[in-house]
Structure formats: C-alpha cells, structure tokens
Nanobody
Framework: QVQLVESGGGLVQPEGSLRLSCAASGIIFSIFAVAWYRQAPGKERELVASITRGGTTNYGDSVKGRFTISRDNAKNMVYLQMNSLKPEDTAVYYC???????WGQGTQVTVSS
C-alpha cells in the first residue's frame, strides 16, 4: 500500500520560512519523479516544484528563487524549503508521485501577520 505523508505546515508570518517534508512508503521511491503541488481556496491545484529521480528540479514561476525542493532517496523523503513566504503562498500543499495516482493528504500552510 502506497502512502505519502506530508508534515511541516503551519502558521508563519510574511517573510518567514517553513520546511515541508513528505515521507513515502510502499513504493520504490527512488525511481520516480516527485512534486509538490498546492491548492488555495477557490483556485486550481498548481505545481509548485518537481524533482526527477536524478535530482533535476523545476519550479513554478511564483516560487522561483524562494523555494527549494530536495529529496533523500535513502530515507524515501522529499522536502520543500520555503523562504520569504508571502500571504499568497497560503494553501494546502500536497506531495505527489508524478505519472501516478498517488497523492498525500496535504498540509496547510498559512502566511499571515
């Protein structure tokens, strides 16, 4: 049974930082590209960042230069370091194994003063 479990969300002030983690189990994690998506209320789910099995990264335009995606294949983990957070980054953040139907349950990130 494949499981993706996100953690690390919370309430943070503008310009603050958070680090999201996604723990994968039940799958040979290292052979897949993995991504973080987010969905704000009333908006479509959007790609935040992705990372291939070889470590090549890609970012949505709105987060370039502020967010960093990384992975630890030995631990079956993927991370999202989020810096210089803005109120518009407020959303539920999801971990997703690309080209699969596997999604995590999401973790809420709220950026507010």
């Amino acid at each position: 049974q494949v499981q993706l479990v996100e953690s690390g969300g919370g309430l943070v002030q503008p310009e603050g930082s958070l680090r999201l983690s996604c723990a994968a189990s039940g799958i040979i994690f290292s052979i897949f590209a993995v991504a973080w998506y987010r969905q704000a209320p009333g908006k479509e789910r959007e790609l935040v960042a992705s990372i291939t099995r070889g470590g090549t990264t890609n970012y949505g335009d709105s987060v370039k230069g502020r967010f960093t995606i990384s992975r630890d294949n030995a631990k079956n983990m993927v991370y999202l370091q989020m810096n210089s957070l803005k109120p518009e980054d407020t959303a539920v953040y999801y971990c997703h194994i690309l080209l699969s139907g596997y999604w995590g349950q999401g973790t809420q990130v709220t950026v507010s003063s």
